[in-house]
């Protein structure tokens, strides 16, 4: 979350809250445990910023002749209290494409809210309607069309109503029930239930 205003979250923090809602809570209500040191966490970024520009370039997705490109495009909702930053945004005349490029080899459902919130967040910035997204699997140049569907809204805005409520109460969720995602998490010598 950024500093500046303790109440705004960002995607990210949504990605990852519907991955485990504990890692919310360490990153927000107990920020010093968090064993990435901020270079680390920039190299990181780097790693995963450069193959997503380099695919930029080749990219297909029908009809993106007629679209104007924008990348790494800043978006917030006052409504939502919510901000982020979108890979790629396809603009129409009549609407728009967002797309988020990712490293993962599936599509995992943390990535269908994370690409309805930017969704979301490109519509109050831009003013049209983004009724689909794409996620764009870097490794097998494979590019996932979604469909923003109401339940995927409803979806964002109850994790975000959840989420105000953990920083507020700073009470520890439950683990994830899905413990394969506790195998490569930075935060499992943390979680002694698990
Ligand atoms: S180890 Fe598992 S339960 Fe603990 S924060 Fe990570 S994913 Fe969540």
Excluded: W
């Amino acid at each position: 979350m950024p500093d500046s205003n303790p109440s705004l979250f960002t995607v990210t923090d949504l990605k990852q809250f519907i991955y485990c809602q504990r890692i919310l809570y360490y990153q927000t209500c107990l920020p010093d445990v968090r064993p990435v040191t901020l270079k680390m966490k920039m190299g990181q970024q780097r790693h995963e910023d450069e193959p997503k520009r380099a695919l930029r370039r080749t990219m297909r997705i029908e009809g993106i002749e007629s679209a104007k490109r924008d990348f790494d495009v800043p978006v917030q909702s006052d409504e939502l209290a919510l901000s982020g930053q979108i890979d790629e945004v396809l603009i129409f005349d009549d609407s728009l494409l967002v797309v988020d490029y990712k490293l993962a080899k599936r599509v995992g459902q943390h990535f269908k809210v994370q690409l309805a919130a930017y969704a979301m967040l490109a519509e109050a910035t831009f003013d049209l309607p983004a009724l689909r997204g794409i996620l764009y699997l870097i490794g097998k140049r494979e590019a996932v069309e979604v469909t923003i569907t109401m339940r995927l809204r409803n979806q964002v805005k109850r994790a975000l109503d959840e989420m105000r409520q953990i920083t507020t109460t700073e009470a520890m969720p439950e683990p994830t029930s899905n413990r394969r995602a506790c195998i490569d998490c930075e935060f499992r010598r943390f979680c002694n239930d698990v």
